[in-house]
């Protein structure tokens, strides 16, 4: 005879409580969403979400203005929310291995964003207007994505060779 549990990892709802918290490291933890009071933790830097089972994030996300590197990678995100592109302060993002079809616009609002990794999403095209806003980047992995590889969707430049 076999059993079969499911089990649902639900964070604290008291976790919003800890608003002086700077890291967070929510690994592994089967989480199927993360909790909408989120955004009040508005001193949070660094924050890793990775391999979990994410299908989105909240909008609250977009409160945690202090964020400035986001590991989300091995989850099955489809999209960002719009708010997404608030987050001024973001300079490393990594999105790997989720269900990503296209690179959400609201990436190219993220102004400090120097790495970018979007490695084994479905993503197909590169959008020209997301290269002309990917200026600051220093690093952008697309590998193991299903983008067309023609000369026109590649403009990025890595900054430390231009003159």
Same mark, same amino acid.
């Given at each position: 005879m076999s059993c079969l549990i499911s089990f649902v990892a639900v964070l604290p709802?008291?976790?919003s409580k800890l608003t002086s918290l700077t890291q967070l490291w929510l690994i592994d933890l089967q989480l199927d969403t993360?909790?909408?009071?989120?955004?009040?933790?508005?001193?949070?830097?660094k924050l890793s979400v990775r391999s979990n089972r994410l299908l989105f994030l909240p909008v609250t996300f977009a409160d945690?203005?202090?964020?400035?590197?986001?590991?989300?990678?091995?989850?099955?995100?489809?999209?960002?929310?719009?708010?997404?592109?608030?987050?001024?302060?973001?300079?490393?993002?990594?999105?790997?291995?989720n269900r990503l079809t296209s690179i959400p616009e609201c990436l190219g609002q993220l102004a400090s964003l120097? @790495?970018?990794?979007?490695r084994k999403n479905r993503i197909r095209?590169?959008?020209?207007?997301?290269?002309?806003?990917? #200026?600051?980047?220093?690093?952008?992995?697309?590998?193991? #994505?299903?983008?067309? @590889?023609?000369?026109e969707q590649w403009?990025?430049?890595d900054s430390r060779?231009?003159?």
């Amino acid at each position: 005879m076999s059993c079969l549990i499911s089990f649902v990892a639900v964070l604290p709802p008291d976790i919003s409580k800890l608003t002086s918290l700077t890291q967070l490291w929510l690994i592994d933890l089967q989480l199927d969403t993360l909790p909408s009071d989120i955004g009040k933790l508005c001193h949070l830097e660094k924050l890793s979400v990775r391999s979990n089972r994410l299908l989105f994030l909240p909008v609250t996300f977009a409160d945690l203005v202090s964020l400035q590197w986001l590991h989300l990678a091995d989850n099955c995100i489809t999209e960002l929310p719009d708010s997404f592109g608030t987050l001024k302060h973001l300079a490393f993002l990594n999105l790997d291995s989720n269900r990503l079809t296209s690179i959400p616009e609201c990436l190219g609002q993220l102004a400090s964003l120097s @790495s970018l990794s979007l490695r084994k999403n479905r993503i197909r095209k590169l959008p020209d207007q997301l290269v002309e806003a990917f #200026t600051g980047l220093n690093k952008l992995d697309l590998r193991d #994505t299903q983008i067309d @590889s023609s000369p026109e969707q590649w403009k990025v430049v890595d900054s430390r060779y231009s003159h």
